[in-house]
Nanobody, 126 residues
Framework: QVQLVESGGGLVQAGGSLRLSCAASGRIYSRWAMGWFRQAPGKEREFVARILWSGGNTYYVDSVKGRFTISRDNAKNTVYLQMNSLKPEDTAVYYC???????????????????WGQGTQVTVSS
């Protein structure tokens, strides 16, 4: 059984930065992919970023390209989302997720991910 626990959310002013962490426990295989999603009030859950546990290609939603960076530390079993130049529209609950297939064909779909964390709130004030 895999468990994911997010941390690092909070309140920040527009233009500020936050780094989210996702600590994974249980057996994670190198072929797995890790993703970040977010959900704002009244909106659907949205893909944010993705990375293979073994490294390699990363994927981002267009709205965060150049501002957010996903990375992983295999030794710590942790995935990070560095968020810079935050905007009020980035306000949402951010979720970490794991895809046990690693298949990237539909990486932006939440249904491709098998395991989810409980979420961490990010609020960006204007």
């Amino acid at each position: 059984q895999v468990q994911l626990v997010e941390s690092g959310g909070g309140l920040v002013q527009a233009g500020g930065s936050l780094r989210l962490s996702c600590a994974a426990s249980g057996r994670i295989y190198s072929r797995w992919a890790m993703g970040w999603f977010r959900q704002a009030p009244g909106k659907e859950r949205e893909f944010v970023a993705r990375i293979l546990w073994s490294g390699g290609n990363t994927y981002y939603v267009d709205s965060v390209k150049g501002r957010f960076t996903i990375s992983r530390d295999n030794a710590k079993n942790t995935v990070y989302l560095q968020m810079n130049s935050l905007k009020p529209e980035d306000t949402a609950v951010y979720y970490c997720a794991a895809d046990s297939t690693g298949y990237s064909g539909s990486y932006y779909r939440s249904s491709e991910y098998d395991y989810w964390g409980q979420g961490t709130q990010v609020t960006v004030s204007s």
